[in-house]
């Protein structure tokens, strides 16, 4: 028996609104998407939502549980996130520690009891989509799998599979 949860980023926005490819890249991203999902997840940010309406409009299913809202999956210091990147010049969480370890510690426990409410929501073998943002949903994944994953680009993501309370984690384009 397994769940998987798959987290993916948000496509091209301007503030907090896709551009036109953003919406054009989230619907095509939706038309190869796996599918069979039981649940639809968004950070709350309208980016993340508005990119979870264009897969699901792309994907052209229904999904029983819906669409939710896990306000965990964003931060309220975006800002200090990217100060971190502008001090480092590297998006990657490693440096990301090294910059500000305390602040990201913090921020993995939370983004990661977040992840972990989203594997509750779903019944065994169930499957949800969540949409999020970088470098947030790389600390998610790193706070409840051990796993890093490097940078994770616009309209991808990476799927983590839970089995018998031991995580995977894979990359997804």
């Known amino acids: 028996m397994s769940k998987a949860v798959e987290l993916r980023r948000h496509t091209d926005n ?9 919406v054009r890249a989230a619907l095509e991203i939706g038309a190869r998407l796996h599918g069979n999902y039981a649940l639809l997840v968004s950070s709350g940010m309208q980016r993340a939502t508005q990119t979870l309406a264009c897969f699901l409009a792309g994907l052209g299913e229904r999904v029983p549980g ?6 965990g999956l964003r931060t309220e210091s975006e800002g200090r996130w990217r100060e971190i990147y502008e001090r480092t010049g590297k ?3 490693d440096s990301f520690r090294v910059a500000d370890p305390e602040f990201v510690r913090a921020e993995e426990a939370r983004l990661g009891a977040a992840l972990s409410r989203i594997f509750a929501a779903l019944a065994e073998n169930g ?16 706070a409840l799998t051990g796993q890093a994953v490097g940078p994770v680009a616009k309209g991808a993501g990476v799927l983590v599979i839970a089995d018998d309370a031991a995580y995977r984690v894979e990359t997804l384009g």
């Open 91 to 93: 998006p990657d969480l």
């Open 14 to 22: 301007d503030g907090d609104e896709l551009t036109p490819e953003g």
């Open 66 to 71: 819906g669409a939710i809202v896990e306000r």
């Open 127 to 142: 499957r949800a989509l969540a949409v999020g943002h970088s470098p947030t949903n790389e600390a998610a994944v790193f």
